[in-house]
T-cell receptor, first 113, second 116 residues
Framework: DAKTTQPNSMESNEEEPVHLPCNHS???????IHWYRQLPSQGPEYVIH???SNVNNRMASLAIAEDRKSSTLILHRATLRDAAVYYC??????????????FGDGTTLTVKP | NAGVTQTPKFRILKIGQSMTLQCAQD?????MYWYRQDPGMGLKLIYY???????DKGEVPNGYNVSRSTTEDFPLRLELAAPSQTSVYFC???????????????FGPGTRLTVL
């Protein structure tokens, strides 16, 4: 299974943009890049995902490198509620893999007021 | 929709006891998953299911058993509890197991288990 590498922790100031990096150098052509976040004492929640093109939704933007070996989750204006652990995972669209994903330890984002 | 629900929220077990963690989803999802999360760590896949009657092992299946008799329910059984099973357990579901470009996983709130 392809693995991802993320920094252990990052800090941001409130109202400023945050760029969370993820490396996935062994990604396969059928892997989607997914981002989830886990607020304290809660289960993970979906943030965004993409395959090749950059993606935007109401929560964040996802920038994917041209070679797909890395991606960046962008929070345009961090708020205190964005303080969480952010996981970058790969999900294979081949049905036989059943969407099994490997969650690394993620990046703990601290937002300072 | 309630989404993914888990019971109980908390439980303390003695070494050697057994228990079943319950998980249910009301989204008619075929795929369901059990993860465990140790303090300060990421999630590790215990077991998963691709539909009623079909289950398979994940990364860390030892000490656990599962069954999937209905689409909605996916209970996780712990036999002979050990301190190493102290963890937070999350159940998740997805519609197509990643086979659709829109597919994502939905997680329950977790069960915090302590084995003493």
């Amino acid at each position: 299974d392809a693995k991802t590498t993320q920094p252990n922790s990052m800090e941001s100031n409130e109202e400023e943009p945050v760029h969370l990096p993820c490396n996935h150098s062994t990604i396969s052509g059928t892997d989607y890049i997914h981002w989830y976040r886990q607020l304290p004492s809660q289960g993970p929640e979906y943030v965004i995902h993409g395959l090749t093109s950059n993606v935007n939704n109401r929560m964040a933007s996802l920038a994917i490198a041209e070679d797909r070996k890395s991606s960046t989750l962008i929070l345009h204006r961090a708020t205190l509620r964005d303080a969480a652990v952010y996981y970058c995972i790969l999900r294979d669209i081949i049905n036989t893999n059943a969407g099994k994903s490997t969650f690394g330890d993620g990046t703990t984002l601290t937002v300072k007021p | 929709n309630a989404g993914v629900t888990q019971t109980p929220k908390f439980r303390i077990l003695k070494i050697g006891q057994s228990m079943t963690l319950q998980c249910a989803q009301d989204m008619n999802h075929n795929y369901m998953y059990w993860y465990r999360q140790d303090p300060g760590m990421g999630l590790k896949l215990i077991y998963y299911s691709v539909g009623a009657g079909i289950t398979d092992k994940g990364e860390v299946p030892n000490g656990y058993n599962v069954s999937r008799s209905t689409t909605e329910d996916f209970p996780l059984r712990l036999e002979l509890a050990a301190p190493s099973q102290t963890s937070v357990y999350f159940c998740a579901s997805s519609g197509t197991g990643g086979a659709s470009r829109t597919d994502t996983q939905y997680f329950g709130p977790g069960t915090r288990l302590t084995v003493l």
